[in-house]
């Protein structure tokens, strides 16, 4: 894996390279959005499907915890996805 950061709007970002073998269906999935025009790379559908994955893995928590009685401000959420974030060395703080 490499990492490099770059300048984008004031803000450093990083960016992990990795290799990722995909499977013959998600591979299928990649060719067809980009068939469609959806993305204009294979690295930006797959960015697409990895940040919606982590989406909906960050609303199914938050819905967990409203079903046990939780209560989250959007800048509760804010911080602890900043926190997370900050853990993973992934992005500067938004705080």
Known sequence: MDTAGFASGG???YALRMKVELTPDAAS??????????????EDA????????KRRNLSAMLEASRAEGGDFS?????LYVSDQLDRRALKPSLR
């Open 11 to 13: 803000v450093l970002c």
């Open 29 to 42: 999935w990649v060719q067809a959005e980009l068939d469609a025009g959806r993305f204009p790379t294979a």
């Open 46 to 53: 797959i960015r697409f499907a990895v940040n919606e994955a």
């Open 74 to 78: 959007a800048n509760d959420v804010r």
